[in-house]
């Protein structure tokens, strides 16, 4: 059975920073595209960003320059790398993968997903 495991959210203050992972089990993604995405309280789940199996990456606007998506084959686990943290990226967070190569902002075009983990930044 494909899954997928989130760690790393927790507590930090605006500013700081933490790094999620993603490890997939029971079957490879090789040539997946990842991606993840955040939901808030009382919000629609929204895109992150996405990495193609060959490294190429996109972010949200909201992410760029902040957040860093890394991925290791070999391990089957993906990275999110998250600077400067703001009040406003608190959220649960999701890995997704995809059968498609391409990358893609949407969610409807993610086939697995984590349960996610929640990443909470206070003042």
């Known amino acids: 059975q494909e899954q997928l495991v989130e760690s790393g959210g927790g507590l930090v203050q605006t500013g700081g920073s933490l790094r999620l992972s993603c490890a997939a089990s029971?079957?490879?993604?090789?040539?997946?595209?990842m991606g993840w995405f955040r939901q808030a309280p009382g919000k629609e789940r929204e895109f992150v960003s996405t990495?193609?199996?060959?490294?190429?990456?996109y972010y949200a606007d909201s992410v760029k320059g902040r957040f860093i998506i890394s991925r290791d084959n070999a391990r089957n686990t993906v990275y999110l790398q998250m600077n400067s943290l703001k009040l406003e990226d608190t959220a649960v967070y999701y890995c997704?993968?995809?059968?498609?190569?391409?990358?893609?902002?949407?969610?409807?075009?993610?086939?697995?997903w984590g349960q996610g983990t929640q990443v909470t930044v206070s003042s």
């Open positions: 997704a993968a995809r059968r498609g190569i391409g990358l893609s902002t949407s969610r409807a075009a993610y086939d697995y």
């Open positions: 990495i193609s199996w060959s490294g190429v990456t």
């Open positions: 029971g079957r490879t993604f090789t040539g997946h595209a």
